[in-house]
């Protein structure tokens, strides 16, 4: 591995985390908005990817443009997916991402202040018990919730199962889900790696799928077995149909 080079690209997320979380955390404190946060965010998520030299694109981005408040649900390749997703999610949302990450300087005290979800494991799983609360709050906010169902990135790149949380959310809540699906972010950053793949290439996409509404029938446990199943499924094709153009 070149250090050099790894240092050089840490440097254009590290260095934009610093500037931009600074922005986000004093701004959030003093004035209590989430918006100042959200283009915080977007800012640090464009900036980096452009300056690692990645090029991304999205596909059937108007879909964004009229989703209302939604369950967002997204594969989970490498850590660069949430740069890419979060340089075109535009609409106030709230990431349930794990607690560890809620420690990192700067990132970490980004999402404690503009009100992201930290979701506790291990031995800690305990304090995920007002977990269902802070939900329902961002919801009552009018916001949108983003999770990884797959729990954790994969590390063979393939799509895995889905944990059925997102899902039972959703029929809570009456909310749609949206798919994103994410190309390209694992060949870029492979699991254990410490640094970006020398290729001479660097893309990834997003693409956006019509939003799924859960079934009307049955109870929660039944109707989000099968919103979870139709959503792995509506996955899998995508991911095995022909490549498509970015519009």
Request: net charge positive.
């Amino acid at each position: 591995m070149n250090l050099f080079r790894a240092g050089k690209n840490w440097w254009h997320v590290g260095g934009r985390a610093i500037v931009y979380g600074s922005i986000s955390v004093t701004a959030g404190t003093i004035t209590k908005r989430h918006d100042i946060g959200q283009r915080c965010m977007r800012a640090w998520c464009q900036g980096s990817l452009d300056g690692l030299g990645i090029q991304h694109s999205i596909r059937n981005g108007s879909l964004l443009d009229s989703a209302t408040p939604c369950v967002f649900v997204a594969n989970h390749l490498s850590q660069l997916d949430i740069l890419l997703i979060g340089s075109y999610l535009k609409q106030d949302y709230r990431w349930l991402a794990k607690a560890s990450l809620f420690h990192i300087p700067f990132i970490g005290w980004h999402l404690s202040v503009s009100g992201h979800v930290p979701v506790y494991r291990g031995e800690h799983k305990d304090k995920n018990e007002m977990l269902a609360q802070r939900i329902h709050d961002v919801v009552v906010q009018g916001a949108s919730l983003l999770f990884f169902p797959e729990g954790t990135r994969s590390r063979d790149g393939r799509l895995h199962s889905f944990r059925i949380g997102a899902f039972r959310t959703a029929v809570r809540e009456n909310l749609p889900i949206v798919p994103l699906v994410v190309r390209g972010t694992h060949e870029l950053f492979v699991p254990g790696s410490k640094d970006l793949a020398v290729q001479a290439e660097r893309k990834c996409s997003l693409t956006v799928l019509p939003a799924i509404h859960a079934p009307s029938d049955g109870d929660e446990k039944s109707r989000a077995a099968e919103l979870c199943e139709r959503t792995h499924a509506a996955f899998v094709a995508e991911l095995t149909a022909p490549s498509s153009e970015t519009q």
